[in-house]
């Protein structure tokens, strides 16, 4: 298995340009989401999936959109980029959001600059 | 929602001596609990966790214990090697959807 994978792993935008950041996991997850690292702030939630079709905004929404069209892919979408966007973009995944299936995995994440 | 608050921000001891990293969460449905470590420019990965039913976990030097009446779990490092130099991240998922929610972060420096 590949696990939790990113494209690209480097991104620099200029303001108002757009871009997909682009998620994917082989384990057969039903739980995908996206988090921004931004310097000692922690990781916080953008947006999250519970499955193929659903999709719900989670602490920092705002600027990002995304679908889940198939079980496996959770792109996430800068539709005008905002200085305020650089940071560094992880995505994670787990079987389930109870029990022992919530263990979330990291993918290696994408650290963006916005000019 | 919940709000997770973690001490200290950066924890400097020497190698061989214990370390400990303290979490509040505010959501009482809080039923879950990782710790995660980041070395620099990579992914964070989970070094241990516990769930609401258990009062201490232990998986070698690394131990975490939880009150959920106090609201409070804490993260044990004994014996410290400098391998265990990285930043490491409390995080607190609760009843609902919305994932994990994340403490700020404690920057670990063992001195040789």
């Known amino acids: 298995n590949a696990g939790v994978t990113q494209t690209p792993k480097f991104q620099v935008l200029k303001t108002g340009q757009s871009m997909t950041l682009q998620c994917a996991q082989d384990m057969n997850h039903e739980y995908m989401s996206w988090y921004r690292q931004d310097p000692g702030m922690g990781l916080r939630l953008i947006h999250y999936?519970?499955?193929?079709?659903?999709?719900d905004q989670g602490e920092v929404p705002n600027g990002y959109n995304v679908s889940r069209s198939t079980t496996e892919d959770f792109p996430l979408r800068l539709l005008s980029a905002a200085p305020s966007q650089t940071s560094v973009y992880f995505c994670?995944?787990?079987?389930?959001?109870?029990?022992?299936?919530?263990?979330?995995?990291f993918g290696p994440g994408t650290r963006l600059t916005v000019l | 929602g919940e709000n997770v608050e973690q001490h200290p921000s950066t924890l400097s001891v020497q190698e061989g001596d214990s370390a400990v990293i303290k979490c509040t969460y505010s959501?009482?449905?809080?039923?879950?609990f990782p710790w995660y470590k980041q070395e620099l420019g990579k992914r964070p990965q989970l070094i241990i966790d516990?769930?609401?039913?258990?009062g201490e976990k232990k998986d070698q030097r690394i131990a975490v214990t939880l009150n959920k009446t106090a609201k409070h779990f804490s993260l044990h490092i004994t014996e410290t090697q400098p391998e265990d130099s990285a930043v490491y991240f409390c995080?607190?998922?609760?009843?609902?959807?919305?994932?994990?929610?994340f403490g700020k972060g404690t920057h670990l420096i063992i001195q040789p």
């Open positions: 999936s519970v499955g193929a079709g659903i999709t």
């Open positions: 994670a995944s787990s079987y389930s959001l109870a029990g022992a299936g919530n263990t979330q995995y």
């Open positions: 516990i769930r609401s039913n258990v």
């Open positions: 959501d009482s449905a809080s039923n879950y």
């Open positions: 995080a607190a998922m609760g009843g609902g959807a919305d994932g994990l929610t």
